[in-house]
């Protein structure tokens, strides 16, 4: 029943990418497309007043760019599922959307063939990231000397929050799960920027994925270790 159906906004300056991602999205039951917009204003303006269960933004738009439209849009209906769709192959961008209430990420380049499971996940409350940028990296990074030196100069927290930040978990997330506060989280990350000479979120997230699996293998080796000596104390 089409009174049923969740509504939805495809915001894009490029009109053939709103017809193709019309087409892409018209065999889903369960959704309908109620509007369109070409700039950051006009697409805010809409959802202002359609008030549409999903709004899949682009970043690059004239005037208000799409994250700026994802930040004002989450003020105004908080239960916005907002899915971004963007040619920024860019952890940065992707980190800012995520921290800004985004429900996907994806990246147009791959859009025909994931939008199908990406629109499943968030319908079902999950979060989507496109395969490309969620992938782990699957082989052992080369370490230089400056990178090793420069990871002994971190504290063990400063080392956890990092390998939290390499596997694209929000300031948020990152308080949530190390059960401390998020300004807390917020100047360790400024700390680790400081400590290893980094300029914004995109070098700070690109040098962790560089790091990840060392990251993630010492925080897991200092947990079991934890463990360990637990049980000891119990004997």
């Not at 990418?17 to 892409?24: A, D, H, L, N, W």
């Not at 990296?137 to 504290?155: C, F, G, M, R, V």
Request: charged share 25%; hydrophobic share 40%; glycine share 6%.
């Amino acid at each position: 029943m089409a009174e049923n159906k969740k509504t939805a906004l495809i915001a894009d300056d490029h009109p053939i990418f709103r017809q193709g991602m019309k087409q892409i999205l018209a065999g889903i039951p369960w959704l309908r497309i109620v509007a369109e917009a070409e700039s950051g204003e006009s697409a805010l303006a809409q959802i202002e007043y359609l008030k549409p269960d999903i709004a899949i933004l682009d970043i690059a738009m004239p005037g208000m760019d799409g994250l700026t439209v994802l930040e004002k849009a989450r003020k105004i209906q908080p239960t916005l599922i907002a899915i971004i769709v963007t040619s920024y192959d860019d952890s940065a961008y992707m980190e800012r959307a995520l921290e800004l209430g985004a429900s996907a990420y994806v990246l147009k380049d791959g859009a025909s063939e994931c939008m199908q499971l990406c629109m499943d996940a968030v319908n079902r409350g999950e979060v989507f990231i496109s395969p490309s940028l969620g992938r782990p990296t699957p082989q052992l990074p080369d370490l230089n000397s400056a990178d090793s030196q420069a990871l002994d100069i971190l504290t063990e927290m400063e080392r956890v929050v990092l390998s939290k930040v390499a596997e694209f978990k929000t300031s948020k997330e990152i308080a949530a799960e190390l059960n401390i506060s998020f300004r807390t989280v917020q100047n360790h990350r400024a700390n680790i920027s400081a400590k290893l000479d980094l300029r914004g979120s995109h070098q700070l997230v690109s040098f962790a994925r560089k790091h990840r699996n060392i990251l993630v293998g010492e925080r897991e080796r200092t947990i079991a270790g934890q463990h360990s000596e637990r049980k000891s104390g119990v004997r």
